[in-house]
């Protein structure tokens, strides 16, 4: 365990940054996201969440596959780079790091994602604790502890200094590399801090939020479930919870013509939009209701069911704060855990 | 440019005026009311500035017999306004002389009561482009 | 996927001198769907075409490309070729490589390679053209005349005698309009009305026309082939069918004060009235405004003298709607007001008038009888001046920029009829040029100045100044002896400009026909299509086209008839499939296209829709394809883009940019 | 702002109406009155067919001017279509204008098919004023440039 | 608040209406969200307070095709939104019974967040009977105070007026909260210089991540697809590689919505990146304003929109670079 004063945390990334690409929250026009450093980066690692969530470091929002060239009649396909330089991301939360394991699950089985693969090869995650959770947050409920992230590093902001311990050998290679800006220190320091992390967990309102009933084997009884009817009924159908949720992994791949070339790319998707998982022959969700189920029996029913129980929702609760309808996942499960009380 | 061509382009500037519009209608010398002391007539102003005469024009006697009564700027067909043509030529000659015209923005301090107004409308007149 | 051919046309040398053919040939065939192509010298030559029917045929062309002139050349030319060669005509597109290149630049790697660009917009183009059908839509047979005058009745006549229905619908109380007016016409001389009535007897008697006289026309809709028009016939409050035409409520009518019309308002005129003594229909009106039944609810004189019962003070406005399938527009003329050409005392003294009231003067049934007098003291005139070009040939906004066409001849025949009948009387004619193309015109003006001593002085006249002594003083000039000249006149005569008859504005923007600055009527080609709007189905006859004399207006009359007759000789008509339509699905029923339209040709139905499963009604836009004229205004006022337009689609324009840009 | 490129060639469209503009590019052409090549014209039927989208598709894709060209107000040859496009244009280049694109960009001139020289002196000048302006770097898809 | 639901349940007794489109409460304290009320019993859970932003006005358009009446509460500025939809064909009046509900200016909870306000458990003085000028907001980390006008909604600040254009009936007083004027921030940005400009709107729109939201909030782009959505013109409505695509995104919108959206400001307000998307509106309409003379899209139900009106002396486009 390392520690480091605050003030000193630019020459830090400064010294990061000289041999790799470091990514961290930056404000920009008022909004906090994860952005690449620069000198004159307005660098944020007070706020609690970014907007979007850090996923895009490793699942960028859109990203180039290949690029078609046009030569005479033939064609040349010029398939994109993988990511091969080394980077770093600084200050992802704990709900995010758990996010990407979600995302892992996905990318990393078979068949493997390799534009995601080379991404989390050379990414090395520097975690940072909570240091005051909100009302929003509700990771607890999905066993996330934000007080310890388990990432390649782990940090802690307590009073004006940073406190770093590596967790994996990326970790540990990243420390070599910065070691000399830091002074030695004793874990026992970060303990108290971790402590009032957990205390203040404890009291915000939906951390006895209860997952009962939300399994792999609900398919039937949920997917019909009348409740669904009601609840859609705000959803304006905006893609605003999928893209900034640290756990949804949809893309669409499409092309875009240059004129002289067609470059196929592919972005992020959201369920909630009319078009996702368009086929030639149409829609199979024709409605907002389907679509809008779709979004939480995946979160809650089908990942779970094909990932050993493990949910696609950490509890960052971004979606709590930014749906335009003030709708989210918490009021879905809650919904129906009071109809259940109900029947 | 020969000094000519010149002198006929400063005359089309100064007057605004475009010459090849003119239909030689006449209704110009038709007009003047100082047309038999001129020995070069109204429309005739037009074919001196086509033609780039313009020395001839600036020493005719028509130059000084004009009164400006603007009649023929008023009544041509064509928007040729002969009268500004034989004003654009003595304001040649006037800045030949001396250079020493006034700007319209010099006018209102040198105003005197004692001035007629007839001097100051005739001013105006030349200085209203 | 297109099968595409693409087609270089040299053009001799016009294109082939500055683009390299063979080159934009050869990079044709790297574009997609591009299967062939080839240069030739003329592809619009028959050998040409047979070309392209060839490659059609031999390589299953299913879209082609014509690097060519102007698609407004050739277009049509290549179109039917393909046609004729079994492929939709709709499925070529030009790509103007001569007026908008070769044309215009002088280096030839340049003009090549915008050539081949120019090339891969139009193939990107017809990529995604579709074939298209025109549609088919009926055509009434009956055509409707907007005005009486000579070439209103020219053109009724000759269309009547083919046989098809027309209906005139004329303004005034009478048709004949400003012909009827005149006195004697030039360069014969003989008496208009002599040569203008048997006409407008012939119309009137026609089994085949039908004429509104006292009417005007209130709306039009519809498009070429099915005009439905409204005509208001204004109360005449005297019934057609009960009139004999006797006259007799005339001559008692005690109101004699209102202007007379037909006179130019140079004398009088009773309440009831017809307009000149040969009036078809010899029926009168009664002029409401100057009649005292109607302005205090006494007298009714006519009513009582009127032995047939046809005075109807109750009669109101009455509107007939009726079917046309071609409309001609002849509303003529009329004289400019002269109230911005004071320094010509107009307005000052009685005894300066128009051309067109001396024609009034000079005939025996106007207001002197026919004697040529002074209108202030009724004193024979001694000197006579005329003034030519008043208003016309004019560069600022009092006047006319144009020539009236018409003035120099008839001042040539009033001076020559002056000198004639009084040849004691002097007449002198201030001209500026004197035109007179035309078959015996210029020796109609010679006789004037030769035989009949008509004095012309070349300049326009700067002032008629009207003395205490009641003469007129004349200031003008003699540009040719160098002097101004001052003259005593008894009389003054301008030769006021023409202008096109102040109705044809509201009667243009009904028809949706363009006019130009002057308000003359548009024609549809300035020397190929001169009869014909470019409004299909709209042709025009005589002066509201431009200025003109009669046996000009008669001709174009005659022309226009002949447009008309080969509209209504047809069944059907062709309609451009170039049209707006309207994606059901996409279509939020709000609206908005239907307020840009110009045609009114989008309205509205709740219709049941399948949206990939719901089924809903919904408002929906729908297009009537025969009153769509395809300018797209709709689809870009559409938010959803549910609009768009048959050979002109979004995607088709978006490739076309696109293959620009690339 | 200086051109960098030496070799800046300028892509410009021009959108003209079959009725007017279209016939003057074509007088122009059979008049001879010669425009730089870099002009290409798409012949739409009117000038209220010209959707602000086709605009931004065309600066997309790497156009570096776009100037539209229309029957004078009064003269349309559908009534009205030019004074909708006039409207339109208006707003789209206020607010180009306003989001910073370089207000040379994008320009409307009405030219008549009998106004031959016009459209050529339009031609020119336009041109000249985007080689003044240089790359359209502001308001263009990059992977269209390369 | 009572008052509303008494009302809403007698409407719904007597059969006035079928339903009732409010507002429920959340369960955080500032997140209500709209919702649909079929009973009277329902309605314990209605609510209306200063977090009530969403203008309901775009529900409607779907609750049109309901059968029977939907009661709708409408704030003020709500009401021009509801107009245009009329105007537009895309609601029906009579399956609407419009409450025009009072306002007292609607409350940002980004704007309390940026006082660095966090963890909230309640806030006080957001109801429509209190009127407050400060909230009292409980959190994790103690009590906190916000002045109520710091913690509006911009368009608040810029109120239309608090009028009601169309309604059946009317409930709640309204207080004036407007204290700036509408186009001051668009006037900053027309003054900038070109660059400038560009870098402003380059900074605000590198941050949109084209969730859509702006659009599918806003009433006036209610079409059953959006041309983004739509293969036509062969755009997308997802993330581009090249940020072009957010430019292009939001001109064509403002533009679709020129001359039709009222300024209800719904764009703005769900931004989660916080873009001042209302800029490229009022953009719009302060040029129509100027150019085309004063118009108010959802004043009526039947004046000609200025897109699709002209005069013969419009001014031409070259105005746009002498104006300076």
């Not at chain 1, 309102?205 to 209860?210: A, D, R, V």
């Not at chain 3, 040409?48 to 060839?54: P, S, Y």
């Amino acid at each position: 365990m390392y520690k480091i004063a605050k003030e000193n945390l630019s020459a830090l990334f400064r010294l990061i940054a000289d041999s790799q690409e470091l990514y961290l929250p930056v404000k920009t026009a008022g909004q906090v996201n994860f952005a690449a450093w620069s000198e004159e980066a307005d660098v944020a690692l007070d706020a609690l969440k970014t907007v979007k969530s850090p996923k895009d470091a490793f699942f960028p929002q859109s990203e180039g596959l290949y690029t078609v060239r046009r030569e005479g009649k033939k064609m040349k396909v010029e398939p994109e780079s993988l990511k091969e330089a080394d980077f770093v991301v600084f200050g992802m939360k704990a709900c995010d790091v758990k996010g990407l394991e979600v995302l892992d699950n996905v990318f990393l089985t078979d068949p493997v994602d390799t534009f995601y693969a080379a991404r989390r090869e050379h990414g090395t995650v520097v975690a940072l604790a909570c240091h005051e959770p909100e009302e929003s947050c509700f990771c607890k409920v999905f066993g996330v502890d934000a007080a310890d992230p388990a990432a390649d590093v782990a940090a802690w902001m307590i009073g004006e200094d940073l406190y770093w311990k590596a967790l994996t050998e990326k970790g540990e290679a990243l420390t070599g590399k910065v070691k000399e800006l830091f002074s030695d220190a004793d874990e026992g320091e970060v303990e108290a801090e971790k402590e009032a992390i957990h205390a203040i967990v404890e009291k915000l309102p939906y951390m006895n939020l209860s997952l009962e009933g939300w399994n792999g084997d609900a398919l039937s009884e949920k997917f019909d479930d009348k409740l669904w009817e009601e609840l859609y009924k705000p959803c304006l159908a905006c893609g605003t919870c999928t893209f900034v949720c640290p756990t949804c992994q949809c893309y669409d791949i499409k092309d875009y013509n240059t004129g002289n070339s067609v470059s196929r790319y592919r972005c992020w998707d959201s369920c909630m939009y009319s078009d996702f998982t368009m086929m030639a022959h149409g829609n199979n969700r024709t409605s907002q209701m389907q679509r809008f189920r779709q979004r939480f029996m995946h979160k809650l029913v089908y990942y779970p069911a094909n990932n050993d129980g493990m949910y696609s929702c950490v509890g960052c609760g971004r979606c709590v704060e930014k749906c335009p309808a003030s709708l989210n996942i918490v009021k879905v499960i809650k919904a129906f855990q009071k109809q259940g009380g109900e029947k | 440019m020969s000094a000519k061509k010149k002198q006929a382009e400063l005359i089309e500037e100064i007057s605004g005026v475009n010459p090849l519009k003119c239909m030689k209608c006449g209704k110009c010398s038709a007009s003047c009311p100082s047309y038999n002391e001129m020995d070069i007539k109204p429309h005739q102003f037009v074919s001196y500035v086509i033609n780039e005469d313009v020395e001839s024009l600036v020493n005719s006697a028509s130059l000084w017999k004009c009164l400006s009564c603007f009649a023929c700027v008023e009544r041509c067909p064509r928007d040729v306004k002969p009268g500004k043509l034989i004003d654009a030529a003595r304001q040649m000659v006037v800045r030949q002389k001396e250079q020493t015209y006034l700007s319209p923005d010099e006018i209102p301090e040198l105003l005197d009561p004692e001035l007629p107004q007839q001097l100051l409308v005739s001013a105006f007149r030349r200085y209203r482009r | 996927m297109q099968r595409i051919g693409v087609f270089v046309c040299h053009c001799g040398s016009n294109i082939a001198a500055t683009v390299d053919v063979a080159k934009v040939a050869e990079m044709a065939l790297m574009e997609p769907g591009v299967v062939h192509a080839e240069d030739y010298q003329y592809m619009c030559s028959e050998a040409g075409q047979a070309k392209i029917a060839d490659a059609i045929h031999e390589k299953k062309l299913s879209g082609i490309v014509v690097c060519s002139c102007s698609p407004r050349m050739h277009e049509a030319t290549f179109r039917k070729a393909a046609e004729r060669a079994g492929l939709n005509p709709y499925m070529v597109e030009i790509a103007n490589i001569r007026e908008h290149c070769s044309w215009i630049h002088k280096d030839m790697e340049e003009a090549t390679k915008k050539a081949v660009i120019l090339m891969r917009a139009a193939v990107a183009k017809v990529n995604l053209n579709t074939p298209l059908q025109p549609g088919e839509s009926r055509v009434t047979k009956r055509a409707l005349i907007i005005g009486g005058g000579i070439a209103g009745i020219q053109t009724a006549l000759d269309i009547a005698d083919a046989g098809y229905e027309v209906d005139i619908v004329e303004k005034t109380p009478s048709i004949g309009g400003r012909m009827s007016q005149l006195d004697k016409t030039f360069p014969t001389l003989d008496c208009s009305a002599c040569i203008l009535t048997p006409k407008m007897v012939e119309a009137s008697a026609h089994e085949k026309i039908n004429i509104y006289t006292y009417s005007e026309v209130e709306n039009v809709s519809g498009f070429v082939g099915d005009f439905t028009v409204d005509i208001r016939k204004k109360a005449r409050s005297v019934d057609m069918d009960k009139c004999t035409g006797c006259g007799v409520c005339q001559e008692k009518c005690p109101s004699k004060k209102a202007p007379s019309e037909f006179n130019r308002g140079l004398n009088n005129r009773s309440a009831i009235y017809t307009p000149f003594a040969q009036a078809i229909p010899n029926v009168p009106v009664i002029d409401r405004e100057a009649c005292i039944k109607f302005k205090t609810g006494k007298c009714g004189i006519c009513s009582k003298v009127c032995q047939a019962g046809a005075i109807d003070y109750e009669q109101k406005d009455e509107i007939i709607t009726e079917k046309y399938g071609a409309i001609v527009v002849a509303t003529g003329f009329d004289t400019i007001n002269l109230e911005k050409y004071d320094e010509y005392a107009y307005s000052q003294s009685k005894d300066v008038i128009t051309s067109l009231e001396l024609e009034r003067v000079m005939n025996a049934a106007g207001p002197t009888h026919g004697h040529l007098e002074r209108l202030s003291d009724g004193k024979a005139p001694k000197e006579m001046v005329f003034i030519q070009c008043v208003g016309s040939r004019c560069a600022d906004d009092r006047g006319k920029p144009y020539c009236s066409k018409i003035c120099c001849m008839y001042t040539a025949k009033h001076a020559m009829l002056i000198r004639d009948k009084y040849p004691d009387v002097n007449v002198t004619v201030f001209y500026i040029d004197v035109r007179t193309p035309g078959k015996n015109f210029d020796e109609f003006y010679r006789r004037a100045v030769e035989q009949y001593g008509v004095n012309y002085i070349k300049g326009q006249v700067g002032k008629v100044i009207p003395q205490p002594n009641g003469k007129l003083l004349v200031q003008g000039s003699d540009l040719l002896d160098n002097r101004q000249i001052l003259k005593e006149a008894d009389m003054v005569v301008l030769a006021t400009a023409i202008e096109p008859n102040p109705d044809v504005r509201k009667i243009a923007t009904m028809l949706t026909a363009s006019i130009d600055t002057n308000n003359f009527l548009t024609e549809a080609h300035a020397k190929l299509r001169p009869v014909e709007s470019p409004t299909a189905g709209i042709f025009l006859s005589g002066v509201c086209q431009g200025p003109k004399d009669i046996p000009e207006t008669v001709a174009q009359a005659g022309a226009a008839a002949v447009k008309a007759i080969g509209l209504l000789a047809k069944d059907k008509l062709l309609t451009n499939p170039c049209t707006a339509h309207s994606d059901e699905l996409l279509c939020n029923g709000c609206s908005t296209c239907e307020n840009v339209c110009p045609y009114g040709a989008i309205t509205y139905e709740d219709k049941e829709v399948n949206d990939h499963g719901i089924r809903e009604v919904r408002r929906l836009a729908v297009v009537n394809s025969a009153l769509c004229q395809g300018c797209g205004a709709c689809t870009v006022a559409c938010p959803s883009g549910a609009m768009d337009l048959q050979g002109f689609s979004n995607r088709q324009i978006i490739a076309e940019v696109d293959a620009i840009c690339r | 702002m200086s051109i960098e490129n030496k070799n800046f060639r300028p892509k410009i469209v021009a959108f003209c109406c079959n009725w007017c503009s279209y016939a003057g590019a074509d007088l122009a052409g059979s008049s001879r009155l010669s425009y730089p090549a870099d002009v290409k014209v798409i012949r739409v039927p009117c000038s209220c067919r010209v959707n602000p989208m086709f605009i931004l598709r065309a600066f997309e894709k790497g156009a570096d001017g776009v100037i539209m060209c229309g029957c004078h107000p009064g003269d349309c040859h559908y009534s009205t279509g030019n004074y909708y496009a006039r409207r339109r244009m208006t707003l789209l280049f206020s607010m180009l204008d306003y989001i910073g694109v370089e207000n040379g960009r994008t320009r409307v001139e009405w030219v008549s098919a009998a106004e031959g020289v016009k459209f050529s002196d339009t031609m020119n000048s336009f041109v000249e004023k985007i080689y003044s302006l240089g790359e359209n770097v502001r308001l263009g898809d990059l992977r269209c440039r390369s | 608040m009572q008052e509303l639901i008494n009302r809403a349940k007698e409407l719904l007794n007597d059969g006035t209406v079928a339903r009732v489109l409010g507002w429920k409460a959340g369960d955080l304290p500032y997140n209500p969200e709209p919702a649909f009320f079929e009973s009277a019993e329902s309605l314990k859970d209605f609510v209306y307070n200063g977090f009530c932003g969403a203008n309901l006005s775009k529900y409607m358009i779907e609750a049109s095709k309901l059968e029977g009446k939907t009661l709708v509460c409408l704030k003020p500025c709500d009401t021009y939104s509801f107009n245009q939809l009329i105007k537009e064909h895309r609601v029906d009046r009579e399956k609407a019974y419009i409450i025009g509900v009072g306002c007292k200016g609607k409350l940002d909870i980004e704007k309390i967040r940026n006082q660095g306000v966090k963890g909230i458990e309640s806030i006080e003085g957001a109801e429509i009977g209190d009127g407050a000028d400060e909230l009292k907001i409980q959190t994790i980390y103690g009590e906190k105070t916000v002045a109520y006008a710091d913690a509006m909604l911009e368009r608040c600040h810029v109120c239309k007026g608090k009028e009601h254009k169309i309604y059946d009936e009317e409930i709640f007083e309204s207080k004036e909260t407007k204290d700036g004027e509408r186009f001051d921030e668009v006037s900053r940005i027309e003054k900038m210089s070109p660059a400038e400009k560009f870098a402003f709107f380059q900074k605000e729109l590198s941050k949109c991540i084209r969730c859509n939201a702006c659009r599918n909030v806003c009433p006036a782009c209610s079409c059953r697809k959006c041309v983004f959505d739509s293969n036509k013109f062969d755009s997308s409505q997802k993330a581009n590689v090249d940020s072009f695509e957010e430019k292009m995104f939001h001109i064509i919108r403002a533009f679709h919505v020129a001359g039709r959206c009222t300024d209800c400001g719904e764009c703005s307000r769900v931004c989660p990146q916080g873009i001042p998307l209302h800029l490229f509106n009022r953009k719009f309409i302060k040029d129509i304003d100027e150019l085309y003379g004063e118009y108010q899209a959802g004043d009526d139900t039947d004046s000609k929109a200025p897109l699709t009106n002209y005069t013969f002396e419009d001014a031409e486009p070259s105005i746009v670079g002498k104006r300076g």
